[in-house]
């Protein structure tokens, strides 16, 4: 299957400041991406939908400004959790769709586990 | 929005069949879908039913739908030690892309 890559796999970082996490699409173009957000021993949820050269569309109760979302090529997305609390620590997951499949997979990346102390 | 509910946990013995179940509210979903996850790890597909199908089997794997009910099972015969992981049912709707994810069940097998 279609391979999608995190950039950290994890990273820790001082409260008030910024991180920037990958999700590269490695062997095929995605016009589509999704970042999910994952709490200890709790499932998936949605936090927004990336378009290739267009705005990004967040879930209810995601703040835009905080979650910064850049989809500037076919197989890239980045988010940027912007002057990051604890609260923010969180395993983040994403996703690309291949268009390629037979009924448009989703295939997940292995996540970025982001602490903020 | 819409729901999808499943058991937390399950504990089985090596050589058993495991059963995993799922209910889900949507009712234009298109594809259930199930994912496996192992510790610290992402999301990896093993199985998908379209929703016009009652059953789809891939070689240990057995998936009913019960599309009247709303549920989704998923059957791993002969369950291995490896098997022991996080199983995520996933709906998605006819109206979009987007996966709504279950609470999922943590599979532990023993020997």
């Known amino acids: 299957g279609a391979v999608v890559s995190q950039h950290p796999s994890w990273v820790i970082c001082k409260s008030g400041t910024s991180v920037k996490i990958e999700c590269r699409s490695l062997d095929f173009q995605a016009t589509t991406m999704f970042w999910y957000r994952q709490f200890p021993k709790q499932s998936l949820m949605l936090m927004a939908t990336s378009n290739e050269g267009s705005k990004a569309t967040y879930e209810q109760g995601v703040e835009k400004d905080k979650f910064l979302i850049n989809h500037a090529s076919l197989t890239l997305s980045t988010l940027t959790v912007t002057s990051a609390h604890p609260e923010d620590s969180s395993f983040y997951i994403c996703?690309?769709?291949?268009?390629?499949?037979?009924?448009?997979?989703?295939?997940f990346g292995p996540g970025t586990r982001l602490t903020v102390l | 929005g819409e729901d999808v509910e499943q058991s937390l946990f399950l504990s089985v013995r090596e050589g058993d069949s495991s059963v995993i179940n799922c209910t889900y509210t949507d009712s234009s979903s298109t594809y259930l879908y199930w994912y496996k996850q192992e510790p610290g790890a992402g999301l990896q597909l093993l199985t998908y039913?379209?929703?016009?199908?009652d059953m789809k089997q891939d070689q240990r794997l057995t998936v009913l739908l019960n599309k009247k009910d709303k549920h989704l099972s998923l059957r791993i015969a002969d369950t291995q030690t490896g098997d022991s992981a996080i199983y995520f049912c996933a709906d998605r709707s006819d109206n979009t892309d987007k996966l709504i994810f279950g609470t999922g069940t943590r599979l532990q097998v023993f020997p």
């Open positions: 996703s690309a769709r291949d268009t390629g499949t037979a009924y448009n997979e989703q295939f």
């Open positions: 039913i379209f929703s016009n199908m």
